[in-house]
């Protein structure tokens, strides 16, 4: 009897109610089934941000300047290449729902439309369902749960590009997924990084770093104007086009 009792404490929780009838708070560190995390979030509309890794809940703190400041110059670098990238959208904390253990919140993506050959699509309740091509998330430092249990959960559902920027170590990680496994993404002889998956999304990570916006919006226009996104722009079109016919 021990046992069956302790089995079933170990599995996550999939139905609970509580003895007024409420539905249960969201606590730190509870292990839910992905349907039951989603019933107790949306009874918790004050809450603005929890995700479910790996089947266990996990809600952030108050967000500091630390992590807002970085926050908005990557979305503001995010934006810049998709306002000139038609066939693919972008998100800011946006739900997406990964597989049954796993519903997280990136800081930021970019994903390929669906029509124009992308692996996510939007799902009848009106959430990204899948992967999205590009995951961006500002961590602490290289400890956090965005160097770990997250990256396993993006490497394992396949998100194909993986930016860690760590703000207290000063550092950006680039991460590629190759053959199911995450490589460092390299930059080229003249500093800047050139994303695999998205054409034209190039980098200057020691002006982000250094907070030059300036520099960062002219190495990602540099990326826009170049031949490789004007042939990536008319190969989304023309995959587009086929799926129509």
Do not use: C
Request: glycine share 8%.
């Amino acid at each position: 009897k021990e046992l069956g009792i302790m089995t079933l404490l170990s599995q996550p929780q999939s139905v609970a109610i509580a003895a007024n009838g409420r539905i249960p708070p969201l606590e730190n560190g509870d292990r839910l089934t992905r349907a039951e995390f989603e019933r107790r979030y949306a009874a918790m509309p004050h809450v603005k941000k929890a995700e479910l890794i790996e089947g266990v809940v996990y809600m952030p703190s108050p967000v500091s300047n630390l992590h807002a400041q970085p926050h908005f110059a990557l979305i503001g670098w995010l934006s810049h290449y998709l306002a000139a990238t038609p066939g693919i959208a972008g998100g800011d904390n946006g739900t997406l729902r990964l597989d049954l253990d796993n519903e997280l919140q990136p800081d930021a993506f970019l994903r390929i439309l669906a029509e124009h050959g992308g692996q996510t699509h939007i799902d009848e309740d009106g959430y990204v369902n899948g992967a999205p091509e590009f995951v961006a998330e500002v961590a602490r430092s290289s400890v956090s749960i965005d160097g770990h249990a997250k990256l396993n959960v993006y490497r394992r559902n396949g998100v194909r590009e993986y930016l860690v920027w760590r703000v207290e170590d000063q550092a950006i990680d680039w991460l590629v997924l190759r053959e199911g496994r995450y490589e460092p993404l390299t930059a080229a002889g003249d500093g800047l990084y050139r994303s695999d998956v998205l054409p034209g999304l190039w980098l200057d990570a020691a002006a982000l770093l250094r907070g030059d916006l300036r520099a960062v919006f002219q190495a990602v226009q540099q990326g826009v104007d170049s031949p490789e996104h004007a042939a990536f722009v008319r190969r989304l079109q023309e995959t587009a086009a086929q799926r129509r016919i």
